[in-house]
């Protein structure tokens, strides 16, 4: 990705938005810490320090990834749900994410709680996103059962470990940047990153082995196409 600097400046801002779009691509598509962004930054002739990127990452993330959602096609009707621990302050938390039977990223809720009532939140804000689902597979925890009886009466649930291996998988990147961030700092912290996070990786992580080379790079450049445009759609 090239670094052009054609577009109109943002308010406030001494760097061209095309850097700062720049700053938050490379964080979120590769498993990158601040300071190696401000590295890569600087490898270009750009000066800016580790918490200017911080910044544009806390403050422009969430602008890419609601582009991202309002621009994909509606996800199909077969969802899988599932839970994982994370640590924040010493103190255990829980990872709620659904994705499509595509794969695409529905939604994450990070909560303190792993019972019903945890299970019909995050179930309930599915469902007034994207109506009811006609398939959910979950794990087999029973916290699930009585929300998606209740929200979703006509859905059949399938309550099989073995059959929601492809959430399983979608854990892994999170994981991989627990690790790198050393742990995630609060529970807002981690909800702000981990929303713009599955976003962007969706685009920029296209089922490669499914693809031949010119498909994948036909789908690189339609993802950078797209990220131009949501560049040009940044407001101060």
Same mark, same amino acid.
């Given at each position: 990705?090239?670094?052009?600097?054609?577009?109109?400046?943002?308010?406030?801002?001494?760097?061209?938005?095309?850097?700062?779009?720049?700053?938050?691509?490379?964080?979120?598509?590769?498993?990158?810490?601040?300071?190696?962004?401000?590295?890569?930054?600087?490898?270009?002739?750009?000066?800016?320090?580790?918490e200017a990127v911080r910044l544009w990452i806390n403050r422009f993330g969430q602008h890419f990834a609601d582009c991202i959602k309002r621009d994909r096609p509606r996800p199909n009707d077969k969802w899988h749900m599932d839970e994982v621990v994370i640590m924040i302050g010493g103190k255990k938390h829980w990872l709620w994410r659904a994705i499509a039977a595509n794969g695409d990223a529905l939604d994450i809720l990070v909560q303190t709680r792993?019972?019903?009532?945890?299970?019909?939140?995050?179930?309930?804000?599915?469902?007034?996103?994207?109506?009811?689902?006609?398939?959910? *597979?979950?794990?087999?925890? =029973?916290?699930?059962? !009585?929300?998606? +009886? $209740?929200?979703?009466?006509?859905?059949? @649930?399938?309550?099989?470990?073995?059959?929601?291996?492809? *959430?399983?998988?979608?854990? =892994?990147?999170?994981? !991989?940047?627990? +690790? $790198?961030?050393?742990?995630?700092?609060? @529970?807002?912290?981690?909800?702000?990153?981990?929303?713009?996070?599955?976003?962007?990786?969706?685009?920029?992580?296209?089922?490669?082995?499914?693809?031949?080379?010119?498909?994948?790079?036909?789908?690189?450049?339609?993802?950078?196409?797209?990220?131009?445009?949501?560049?040009?759609?940044?407001?101060?």
């Open positions: 990705m090239n670094i052009p600097t054609i577009m109109p400046r943002l308010k406030g801002f001494r760097f061209p938005r095309e850097i700062i779009a720049y700053a938050v691509w490379a964080y979120h598509r590769f498993a990158l810490s601040t300071a190696d962004v401000e590295d890569l930054l600087a490898a270009r002739g750009v000066i800016v320090s580790r792993r019972n019903a009532k945890a299970a019909k939140r995050f179930f309930n804000g599915l469902v007034a996103k994207f109506g009811e689902p006609r398939v959910v *597979i979950t794990d087999k925890l =029973r916290s699930y059962i !009585k929300p998606i +009886k $209740i929200l979703a009466p006509e859905a059949d @649930h399938r309550a099989h470990k073995g059959l929601n291996n492809a *959430i399983e998988v979608s854990h =892994r990147p999170t994981r !991989k940047r627990e +690790k $790198i961030m050393g742990r995630f700092k609060s @529970h807002l912290q981690a909800q702000r990153f981990l929303s713009a996070h599955d976003q962007i990786n969706l685009v920029f992580r296209p089922r490669r082995y499914q693809l031949t080379a010119n498909s994948y790079r036909h789908a690189r450049s339609d993802a950078f196409n797209l990220w131009d445009d949501y560049t040009a759609e940044m407001t101060a």
